[in-house]
């Protein structure tokens, strides 16, 4: 679990969300854009296989395809450490 206050990149951690056994997610301040956004942080166990970590990210990714039909959402950056 992240502090709040933590910096990661141009992200800086407001709060936790919710955790599961995918990862965390955080609402975070992107420092560049100067908003608000929800900040993924996969689990080690995730990351660390590259199938799963792909098929992870294409979950989300359709996920979030179907809601676009709905609403608004943008993804700002995908990154690996």
């Known amino acids: 679990m992240l502090d709040a206050g933590k910096q990661l990149g141009r992200y800086r951690i407001c709060s936790s969300l919710i955790a599961g056994y995918m990862g965390e997610v955080y609402l975070a301040e992107d420092t560049r854009l100067h908003r608000k956004v929800a900040l993924k942080i ?20 359709r996920q979030l395809f179907t809601e676009m039909k709905r609403q608004c959402c943008a993804i700002n950056e995908i990154t690996a450490s």
């Open 42 to 61: 996969l689990s080690s166990e995730i990351a660390s296989d590259k199938d799963r970590l792909l098929r992870s990210v294409f979950h989300h990714l």
